[in-house]
């Protein structure tokens, strides 16, 4: 865990790596991969991942490739008509937490996961 110093007298967190590679749509993971819907509640261990509740909808951002033996992660955010406490960040969950119910494009591309996407504030 490496900390750099940010504004606001807060410090900024690079926790560590959940893989190496990942999947998504474009080069900035901008664009939704698909629709999920939570098939149970997950609460956020630390600042990396999102707190989701059985039933509601994610979109689903990024797919990470694990190595061998470990679990697999998505990226997503949470999907309301309502204001909730997590609408629009962005965070991971593993994925056996939702079931995929549209995918938006099969076209995607494999790239490396970097420090960014792991980084907390």
Request: proline share 6%.
């Amino acid at each position: 865990e490496a900390r750099l110093p940010s504004t606001g007298g807060t410090t900024a967190v690079f926790m560590g790596k959940l893989a190496d590679s990942k999947i998504c749509k474009d080069a900035e993971c901008s664009y939704v991969l698909s629709m999920a819907t939570a098939l149970d509640d997950f609460i956020a261990p630390d600042c990396r991942f999102i707190n989701i509740k059985k039933g509601q909808m994610v979109y689903v951002y990024s797919k990470l490739i694990p190595p061998d033996g470990t679990g697999v992660f998505w990226s997503g955010s949470v999907y309301s008509e309502q204001y909730v406490d997590q609408m629009g960040r962005i965070g991971y969950f593993p994925s056996p937490v939702v079931k995929e119910t549209h995918k938006f494009t099969e076209n995607t591309i494999q790239m490396p996961t970097t420090d960014m996407d792991f980084y907390c504030d």
